[in-house]
Structure formats: structure tokens, C-alpha cells
Nanobody
Framework: QVQLVESGGGSVQAGGSLRLSCTASGRTFNHYAMAWFRQALGKEREFVAAISWSGDRSYYSDSVQGRFTISRDNAKSTVYFQMNSLKPEDTAVYYC???????????????????????WGQGTQVTVSS
């Protein structure tokens, strides 16, 4: 079992920046691939970014590529999400997710499927005003 606790959400004007953090408690952090998903009001949860167990690979949705950066510090059991050049359409609840154990299929698209992940945080609200 692992517990994920997100922090860093808030309200910002368009063009601004926020950094989200997700800290895990439980098993050794490098046993987990990590991801961020988001869910806007009235919409389905969507993939935003993912990072591999060691941090050597990362993936992004087209909508955030070049603006957002995912990173991890395994010594601190924390994954970070730096969000720059925020837009109103980035407004959503952001969720941290963890996949326990190694799965080769994660690299070939599994990283973007919510059902691949075993644990979820409670979510943190990000609101971007125009």
C-alpha cells in the first residue's frame, strides 16, 4: 500500500506558473511509475504527464508539451509537476497516480491509461483565470 498526498494547487492568472508536489508514503518510491492526470468539471479524467520508475523517461500530452515538466526525487519519495504558461483551459483537479511494479507495456502507451495505475491521490485544484 502507498498513500499519495498532493500539494501546490491554487489560483493563478493566465501566463503564470504553479508547481505541484506529490509525496508517497509506504513502499520504496522507485517501485512506482508516476503520473499526473486532471479532470475538469463535467469532463473525463485525462492524462497529462508520466515519468518512469528511475526518472529516465517522461511523457506528456500534446496539450501541455513544452509548458509542463514532470520530475521525481526518489530520495524524497516525491514527484513534481512544474506548470508554466498556464492557460484557462488548464483549470482542473489534478491527480497524482502510482503504478506499482515494473510493466514493460507502460512504455508503449500504458502510461496514459488511468486503469494502469494502482494508487491515486486526493486531487488538488488548479484554477487559471484569464
Amino acid at each position: 500500500q502507498v498513500q499519495l498526498v498532493e500539494s501546490g494547487g491554487g489560483s493563478v492568472q493566465a501566463g503564470g506558473s504553479l508547481r505541484l508536489s506529490c509525496t508517497a508514503s509506504g513502499r520504496t518510491f522507485n517501485h512506482y511509475a508516476m503520473a499526473w492526470f486532471r479532470q475538469a468539471l463535467g469532463k473525463e479524467r485525462e492524462f497529462v504527464a508520466a515519468i518512469s520508475w528511475s526518472g529516465d523517461r517522461s511523457y506528456y500530452s500534446d496539450s501541455v508539451q513544452g509548458r509542463f515538466t514532470i520530475s521525481r526525487d526518489n530520495a524524497k519519495s516525491t514527484v513534481y509537476f512544474q506548470m508554466n504558461s498556464l492557460k484557462p483551459e488548464d483549470t482542473a483537479v489534478y491527480y497524482c497516480a502510482a503504478l506499482e511494479g515494473f510493466e514493460q507495456g507502460w512504455y508503449s502507451g500504458g502510461y496514459q491509461r488511468p486503469r494502469e495505475y494502482d494508487y491515486w491521490g486526493q486531487g488538488t485544484q488548479v484554477t487559471v483565470s484569464s
